[in-house]
């Protein structure tokens, strides 16, 4: 059975910094999109960063271009993203997901795929 688990959430004052963890577990180790998407309340859904596991190709939304950086550990089966010069606008619901196949639409990948986590909040402060 197929698990990602999230972890790294928490609150954090404007300009601050946080790095989410992702454990994977239950999937052969064939090459995937994997990446995060959040959630706020009043919002849409949206893509936040994806990388192709295959060969490390990152995709990320603009609002997050030069901030945020996804990358995995192979080893550990677990993906990162390290959030930098965190602004409130940032805080959301942070989910974890995993793609069969290539990132060559990552967002809509991420939101369609059944393989994601039970989220992790962040919460920025002003």
């Known amino acids: 059975q197929v698990r990602l688990v999230e972890s790294g959430g928490g609150s954090v004052q404007a300009g601050g910094s946080l790095r989410l963890s992702c454990a994977a577990s239950?999937?052969?180790?064939?090459?995937?999109?994997m990446g995060w998407f959040r959630q706020a309340p009043g919002k849409e859904r949206e893509g936040v960063a994806a990388?192709?596991?295959?060969?490390?190709?990152?995709y990320y939304a603009d609002s997050v271009k030069g901030r945020f950086t996804v990358s995995q550990d192979n080893t550990k089966n677990t993906v990162y993203l390290q959030m930098n010069s965190l602004s409130p606008e940032d805080s959301a619901l942070y989910y974890c997901?995993?793609?069969?196949?290539?990132?060559?639409?990552?967002?809509?990948?991420?939101?369609?795929?059944?393989?994601r986590g039970q989220g992790t909040q962040v919460t920025v402060s002003s």
């Open positions: 997901a995993a793609a069969l196949g290539r990132c060559m639409n990552w967002e809509q990948s991420l939101f369609d795929t059944h393989y």
């Open positions: 239950g999937y052969a180790a064939s090459p995937k999109c």
């Open positions: 990388i192709y596991t295959y060969n490390n190709y990152t």
